[in-house]
Protein backbone atom coordinates (compact mmCIF):
# COMPACT_ATOMS: atom_id res chain seq x y z
CA UNK A 1 0.00 0.00 0.00
CA UNK A 2 0.95 3.25 -0.70
CA UNK A 3 0.60 6.44 2.43
CA UNK A 4 -2.86 7.01 1.02
CA UNK A 5 -4.27 3.82 0.96
CA UNK A 6 -2.81 2.91 4.39
CA UNK A 7 -5.20 5.85 5.08
CA UNK A 8 -7.78 4.73 3.63
CA UNK A 9 -7.57 1.39 5.02
CA UNK A 10 -7.12 3.05 8.53
CA UNK A 11 -10.09 5.46 8.50
CA UNK A 12 -12.80 2.65 7.37
CA UNK A 13 -13.12 1.62 10.73
CA UNK A 14 -14.52 4.97 12.15
CA UNK A 15 -17.43 6.48 11.47
CA UNK A 16 -16.64 9.97 10.47
CA UNK A 17 -17.86 13.39 9.72
CA UNK A 18 -16.59 14.95 6.17
CA UNK A 19 -13.50 17.59 5.78
CA UNK A 20 -13.13 20.19 7.48
CA UNK A 21 -15.04 18.50 10.64
CA UNK A 22 -13.24 15.30 9.82
CA UNK A 23 -9.85 13.84 8.03
CA UNK A 24 -9.08 14.85 4.13
CA UNK A 25 -8.19 18.57 4.71
CA UNK A 26 -4.81 19.78 5.76
CA UNK A 27 -6.27 20.70 8.91
CA UNK A 28 -9.67 19.79 11.13
CA UNK A 29 -12.04 22.68 11.37
CA UNK A 30 -13.66 22.46 15.21
CA UNK A 31 -16.57 24.46 16.40
CA UNK A 32 -16.17 27.33 19.28
CA UNK A 33 -17.69 26.25 22.50
CA UNK A 34 -17.55 28.49 25.55
CA UNK A 35 -16.85 25.35 28.10
CA UNK A 36 -13.32 24.44 28.95
CA UNK A 37 -11.11 22.33 27.09
CA UNK A 38 -8.54 20.44 27.80
CA UNK A 39 -6.35 18.32 25.60
CA UNK A 40 -3.64 15.87 26.14
CA UNK A 41 -1.48 13.51 23.77
CA UNK A 42 0.98 10.08 24.28
CA UNK A 43 2.03 7.35 22.45
CA UNK A 44 2.71 3.89 22.51
CA UNK A 45 5.85 2.75 21.42
CA UNK A 46 6.81 -1.38 20.33
CA UNK A 47 9.33 -2.54 22.40
CA UNK A 48 8.59 0.09 25.18
CA UNK A 49 5.14 -0.33 26.14
CA UNK A 50 4.00 -3.81 24.10
CA UNK A 51 5.37 -6.28 21.92
CA UNK A 52 4.21 -7.45 19.06
CA UNK A 53 4.25 -11.37 20.77
CA UNK A 54 1.88 -10.34 23.41
CA UNK A 55 -0.06 -7.83 21.95
CA UNK A 56 -3.04 -7.63 18.83
CA UNK A 57 -2.36 -5.34 16.86
CA UNK A 58 -6.43 -4.43 18.46
CA UNK A 59 -4.74 -4.22 21.30
CA UNK A 60 -2.71 -1.89 20.45
CA UNK A 61 -5.15 0.28 18.98
CA UNK A 62 -7.08 -0.11 21.87
CA UNK A 63 -4.18 1.01 24.39
CA UNK A 64 -3.21 4.35 22.21
CA UNK A 65 -6.97 5.70 23.12
CA UNK A 66 -7.22 4.62 26.67
CA UNK A 67 -4.38 5.86 28.13
CA UNK A 68 -4.96 9.33 26.80
CA UNK A 69 -8.69 8.88 27.20
CA UNK A 70 -7.65 8.60 31.04
CA UNK A 71 -5.58 11.71 31.06
CA UNK A 72 -8.77 13.23 30.04
CA UNK A 73 -11.05 11.73 32.88
CA UNK A 74 -8.76 12.70 35.41
CA UNK A 75 -9.39 16.37 34.53
CA UNK A 76 -12.90 15.48 34.79
CA UNK A 77 -13.78 16.20 31.25
CA UNK A 78 -15.92 14.48 28.36
CA UNK A 79 -13.38 13.89 25.58
CA UNK A 80 -14.75 14.83 22.18
CA UNK A 81 -12.03 14.60 19.10
CA UNK A 82 -8.71 12.93 18.91
CA UNK A 83 -5.85 13.09 16.36
CA UNK A 84 -3.80 9.96 15.30
CA UNK A 85 -0.12 9.95 14.40
CA UNK A 86 1.31 6.43 12.93
CA UNK A 87 4.67 4.82 12.44
CA UNK A 88 4.21 2.09 10.62
CA UNK A 89 6.96 -0.56 9.64
CA UNK A 90 7.82 -1.11 5.69
CA UNK A 91 5.58 -4.05 4.37
CA UNK A 92 2.44 -4.08 7.14
CA UNK A 93 -0.23 -4.63 5.43
CA UNK A 94 -3.84 -4.31 4.79
CA UNK A 95 -5.30 -6.56 7.41
CA UNK A 96 -3.04 -5.32 10.22
CA UNK A 97 -4.05 -2.02 9.58
CA UNK A 98 -7.54 -2.79 10.23
CA UNK A 99 -7.01 -4.55 13.19
CA UNK A 100 -4.86 -1.85 14.55
CA UNK A 101 -7.98 1.07 13.67
CA UNK A 102 -10.75 -1.93 15.06
CA UNK A 103 -9.08 -1.69 18.62
CA UNK A 104 -9.01 2.01 18.42
CA UNK A 105 -12.05 2.71 16.73
CA UNK A 106 -14.31 0.56 19.00
CA UNK A 107 -13.57 2.42 22.01
CA UNK A 108 -14.12 5.75 20.69
CA UNK A 109 -17.43 4.66 19.50
CA UNK A 110 -17.92 3.70 22.89
CA UNK A 111 -17.07 7.05 24.60
CA UNK A 112 -18.46 9.79 21.59
CA UNK A 113 -14.47 10.49 20.30
CA UNK A 114 -14.32 11.79 17.00
CA UNK A 115 -11.00 11.26 15.26
CA UNK A 116 -10.83 14.51 13.09
CA UNK A 117 -7.39 14.09 11.75
CA UNK A 118 -3.73 12.88 12.07
CA UNK A 119 -0.46 11.70 9.99
CA UNK A 120 1.46 8.63 8.76
CA UNK A 121 4.95 8.03 8.40
CA UNK A 122 7.36 5.24 8.01
CA UNK A 123 9.49 3.94 10.97
CA UNK A 124 11.24 0.80 12.04
CA UNK A 125 8.63 0.15 15.18
CA UNK A 126 5.35 0.17 15.36
CA UNK A 127 4.26 3.52 17.02
CA UNK A 128 0.60 5.21 17.68
CA UNK A 129 0.81 8.75 19.04
CA UNK A 130 -2.74 9.93 19.84
CA UNK A 131 -3.92 13.62 21.02
CA UNK A 132 -7.32 13.62 22.41
CA UNK A 133 -9.36 17.02 23.39
CA UNK A 134 -12.26 17.12 25.87
CA UNK A 135 -15.19 19.38 27.10
CA UNK A 136 -15.49 19.96 30.88
CA UNK A 137 -19.56 20.42 31.67
CA UNK A 138 -20.62 23.54 31.90
CA UNK A 139 -20.50 25.49 35.34
CA UNK A 140 -16.99 23.22 36.26
CA UNK A 141 -14.14 23.34 36.49
CA UNK A 142 -10.85 21.21 35.63
CA UNK A 143 -9.68 19.16 38.18
CA UNK A 144 -5.56 19.28 38.58
CA UNK A 145 -3.22 18.14 41.02
CA UNK A 146 -2.94 21.56 42.55
CA UNK A 147 -6.24 21.70 45.20
CA UNK A 148 -5.37 18.60 47.66
CA UNK A 149 -5.29 20.00 51.52
CA UNK A 150 -4.75 18.19 54.40
CA UNK A 151 -7.79 16.36 56.02
CA UNK A 152 -8.89 15.22 52.58
CA UNK A 153 -9.30 11.81 51.73
CA UNK A 154 -7.44 9.97 49.24
CA UNK A 155 -9.92 7.91 46.73
CA UNK A 156 -9.19 5.73 43.60
CA UNK A 157 -11.35 4.12 41.24
CA UNK A 158 -10.78 0.65 40.68
CA UNK A 159 -8.28 -1.80 41.97
CA UNK A 160 -4.26 -1.59 41.23
CA UNK A 161 -1.11 -3.75 40.26
CA UNK A 162 -3.40 -5.59 37.73
CA UNK A 163 -1.43 -4.32 35.08
CA UNK A 164 1.86 -4.83 36.57
CA UNK A 165 1.11 -8.26 37.22
CA UNK A 166 -0.50 -8.86 33.51
CA UNK A 167 2.89 -7.86 32.05
CA UNK A 168 4.36 -10.71 34.33
CA UNK A 169 1.81 -13.06 33.10
CA UNK A 170 2.37 -12.00 29.77
CA UNK A 171 6.45 -12.42 29.99
CA UNK A 172 6.01 -15.71 31.48
CA UNK A 173 4.17 -17.04 28.90
CA UNK A 174 6.16 -16.00 26.17
CA UNK A 175 9.43 -16.69 28.03
CA UNK A 176 7.60 -20.88 27.33
CA UNK A 177 9.47 -20.55 23.61
CA UNK A 178 8.44 -19.42 20.13
CA UNK A 179 4.93 -19.67 18.43
CA UNK A 180 1.61 -18.03 19.81
CA UNK A 181 1.72 -16.85 23.79
CA UNK A 182 -0.99 -18.69 25.37
CA UNK A 183 -1.88 -17.69 29.13
CA UNK A 184 -4.08 -19.37 31.60
CA UNK A 185 -7.49 -18.23 32.19
CA UNK A 186 -7.36 -17.50 35.58
CA UNK A 187 -5.21 -14.45 34.71
CA UNK A 188 -7.38 -12.91 32.28
CA UNK A 189 -8.06 -10.51 33.97
CA UNK A 190 -4.77 -9.63 34.82
CA UNK A 191 -3.61 -9.18 30.90
CA UNK A 192 -6.67 -7.24 30.32
CA UNK A 193 -6.11 -4.91 32.67
CA UNK A 194 -2.46 -4.83 30.81
CA UNK A 195 -3.54 -4.60 27.08
CA UNK A 196 -7.15 -3.15 27.43
CA UNK A 197 -7.19 -1.25 30.18
CA UNK A 198 -11.05 0.71 29.97
CA UNK A 199 -10.63 4.43 31.00
CA UNK A 200 -12.67 5.31 33.90
CA UNK A 201 -14.23 8.35 31.80
CA UNK A 202 -17.56 8.62 33.60
CA UNK A 203 -16.26 8.08 36.83
CA UNK A 204 -14.16 11.38 36.71
CA UNK A 205 -16.99 13.57 35.62
CA UNK A 206 -19.20 12.20 38.29
CA UNK A 207 -15.90 12.78 40.53
CA UNK A 208 -15.87 16.16 39.21
CA UNK A 209 -18.61 17.42 41.05
CA UNK A 210 -17.17 16.66 44.74
CA UNK A 211 -12.79 16.44 44.36
CA UNK A 212 -10.16 19.24 44.90
CA UNK A 213 -7.60 17.73 42.98
CA UNK A 214 -7.09 14.56 40.58
CA UNK A 215 -4.81 12.48 38.68
CA UNK A 216 -4.71 9.02 36.63
CA UNK A 217 -2.68 6.39 37.68
CA UNK A 218 -0.70 5.95 34.69
CA UNK A 219 3.29 5.60 36.89
CA UNK A 220 2.59 4.12 39.91
CA UNK A 221 0.15 5.36 42.79
CA UNK A 222 2.91 6.28 44.87
CA UNK A 223 5.00 8.13 41.67
CA UNK A 224 1.64 9.78 40.67
CA UNK A 225 0.41 10.48 44.24
CA UNK A 226 3.34 12.28 44.76
CA UNK A 227 2.78 14.68 41.82
CA UNK A 228 -0.46 15.57 43.65
CA UNK A 229 1.55 16.06 47.25
CA UNK A 230 4.35 18.22 44.61
CA UNK A 231 1.26 20.15 43.42
CA UNK A 232 -0.66 21.15 46.73
CA UNK A 233 2.19 21.20 49.29
CA UNK A 234 1.07 18.60 50.73
CA UNK A 235 2.04 14.78 52.16
CA UNK A 236 -0.56 11.91 52.02
CA UNK A 237 -0.81 8.98 54.29
CA UNK A 238 -2.16 5.50 52.59
CA UNK A 239 -3.36 2.37 54.42
CA UNK A 240 -2.04 -0.29 52.68
CA UNK A 241 -4.72 -3.00 53.82
CA UNK A 242 -7.45 -0.05 51.77
CA UNK A 243 -5.84 -0.58 48.74
CA UNK A 244 -8.69 -2.22 46.19
CA UNK A 245 -6.91 -5.09 44.76
CA UNK A 246 -8.10 -8.19 42.15
CA UNK A 247 -8.15 -11.91 43.72
CA UNK A 248 -6.40 -12.86 40.16
CA UNK A 249 -3.36 -10.32 41.72
CA UNK A 250 -3.48 -11.92 45.39
CA UNK A 251 -2.60 -15.69 43.37
CA UNK A 252 -0.25 -14.55 41.10
CA UNK A 253 1.70 -12.79 43.55
CA UNK A 254 3.85 -15.46 45.71
CA UNK A 255 3.96 -12.59 48.83
CA UNK A 256 1.74 -10.05 50.58
CA UNK A 257 5.11 -7.75 49.82
CA UNK A 258 4.95 -8.66 46.34
CA UNK A 259 0.86 -7.36 46.52
CA UNK A 260 1.45 -4.30 48.21
CA UNK A 261 4.52 -3.78 45.98
CA UNK A 262 2.28 -3.95 42.61
CA UNK A 263 -0.32 -1.89 44.42
CA UNK A 264 1.86 0.77 45.18
CA UNK A 265 3.89 1.19 42.07
CA UNK A 266 3.75 -0.71 39.69
CA UNK A 267 1.68 1.45 37.23
CA UNK A 268 -0.86 1.31 33.49
CA UNK A 269 -3.39 0.95 35.58
CA UNK A 270 -5.27 3.86 34.75
CA UNK A 271 -7.70 4.17 37.13
CA UNK A 272 -7.79 7.52 38.37
CA UNK A 273 -7.11 8.85 42.40
CA UNK A 274 -8.40 11.46 43.58
CA UNK A 275 -8.91 14.07 46.87
CA UNK A 276 -12.11 14.70 48.42
CA UNK A 277 -13.15 17.53 51.58
CA UNK A 278 -14.22 15.42 54.25
CA UNK A 279 -17.77 17.66 53.71
CA UNK A 280 -18.54 15.54 50.36
CA UNK A 281 -17.30 12.70 51.08
CA UNK A 282 -20.80 10.87 52.01
CA UNK A 283 -22.34 12.55 49.00
CA UNK A 284 -19.35 11.46 46.84
CA UNK A 285 -19.11 7.77 47.57
CA UNK A 286 -23.45 7.85 47.98
CA UNK A 287 -23.62 9.03 44.17
CA UNK A 288 -21.34 6.47 42.83
CA UNK A 289 -22.50 3.88 44.67
CA UNK A 290 -26.13 4.63 42.88
CA UNK A 291 -24.36 4.71 39.93
CA UNK A 292 -23.08 1.19 40.07
CA UNK A 293 -19.58 2.68 40.59
CA UNK A 294 -17.01 1.34 43.34
CA UNK A 295 -15.65 4.78 45.39
CA UNK A 296 -12.28 3.50 47.27
CA UNK A 297 -10.63 5.12 50.17
CA UNK A 298 -7.20 4.58 50.50
CA UNK A 299 -5.88 7.36 52.90
CA UNK A 300 -5.54 11.08 53.90
CA UNK A 301 -4.12 14.25 52.90
CA UNK A 302 -1.30 15.55 55.43
CA UNK A 303 -0.02 18.33 56.42
CA UNK A 304 3.80 16.84 56.48
CA UNK A 305 5.24 16.40 52.89
CA UNK A 306 5.86 13.31 51.88
CA UNK A 307 4.00 10.22 51.13
CA UNK A 308 3.44 7.75 53.94
CA UNK A 309 2.29 3.60 53.87
CA UNK A 310 1.14 2.58 57.44
CA UNK A 311 2.67 5.54 58.94
CA UNK A 312 5.87 4.76 57.64
CA UNK A 313 7.84 6.95 55.07
CA UNK A 314 7.55 4.67 51.75
CA UNK A 315 11.26 4.52 50.33
CA UNK A 316 12.36 2.96 47.15
CA UNK A 317 11.30 3.25 43.15
CA UNK A 318 8.08 4.58 43.62
CA UNK A 319 7.28 3.94 39.02
CA UNK A 320 8.22 3.86 36.02
CA UNK A 321 10.26 6.52 34.27
CA UNK A 322 11.24 6.60 30.62
CA UNK A 323 14.60 8.13 31.76
CA UNK A 324 17.26 8.11 34.48
CA UNK A 325 17.97 5.00 36.63
CA UNK A 326 16.28 2.36 36.59
CA UNK A 327 14.44 3.32 33.64
CA UNK A 328 14.67 -0.51 31.50
CA UNK A 329 11.78 -0.74 29.04
CA UNK A 330 8.63 -2.01 30.60
CA UNK A 331 7.91 -4.79 28.20
Known amino acids: MNEFELIDVFLEAFALRPPPAGPGDDAAVLPPTPRAQVVTTDAVVEGVHF ?21 VAAMGARPTWALCALQLPVGVTASEVRALSAGMAALAAAHGVSLVGGNVT ?16 SGRRPLTRKGARPGHRVYVSG ?30 ALVAAQRRPSPHVRWGLEASRFASSSIDVSDGLVQDLSHVCDASGVGVALTSGALPVLEALLLWCESERDVLRAALTGGE ?14 AFERRL ?3 GFGAFPIGVVTKARGLTVDGRRFEGRSGFQHFGEGSARRR
Open 51 to 71: SRRTFSLGDVGHKALAVNLSD
Open 122 to 137: RGRELSVTVTVAGEVP
Open 159 to 188: PLGSAAAGVEVLSAAAARGPGPVKVERAWD
Open 269 to 282: DYVLAVTVPPSRCR
Open 289 to 291: SRL
